[in-house]
């Protein structure tokens, strides 16, 4: 069994790239995950989960992250990624993430309206809420990503 992770943070990043491949690799750089490994998760904070503004994780860690991501070769498309957290004080947390064609903001406030959903259904009580969107705009290939990053 892994440990329960006792940090998060949320990141986000843009880039281009020769390809896809690179322009992702880019964006982890840019959001400050280029060298580690990620282990997608889905989507639940732990309980007693604190928020750090940046997380010191070493190359090469296994690091657990919901998070969304999109790539392009469309020059002049406009891609965004955003992700956001609702916290309970009390309780387990919840991470929305979405990645796709459009404006950062407009991402961003669509996670943030999901995250406030999932808490409705859940029949919990939204104490706090942050978010964290990237945008880019496509000259060759480029990617935009967001993340909520565990540690422990």
Known sequence: MLP????????AGS???MTTLNAFDGALLA????????LKVSSILPPGAVFADRL?????????AAYGHVVSETPGQRLAAAVA?????TNFGVIMEHAGVGEAHE????VRAMVE????VRGLVLTGLKSASAGHVVQRVGCAFAAVAFWY
């Open 117 to 120: 959903e999932a808490f409705r």
């Open 4 to 11: 329960t992770p006792a940090k998060f943070c949320l990141v």
């Open 107 to 110: 991402l961003e406030r669509q």
């Open 56 to 64: 010191s994780i070493p190359p090469g860690a296994l690091v657990p």
């Open 15 to 17: 880039s281009e790239g």
């Open 31 to 38: 959001a400050g995950l280029g060298n580690v490994n990620l």
């Open 85 to 89: 957290v609702g916290l309970n004080g």
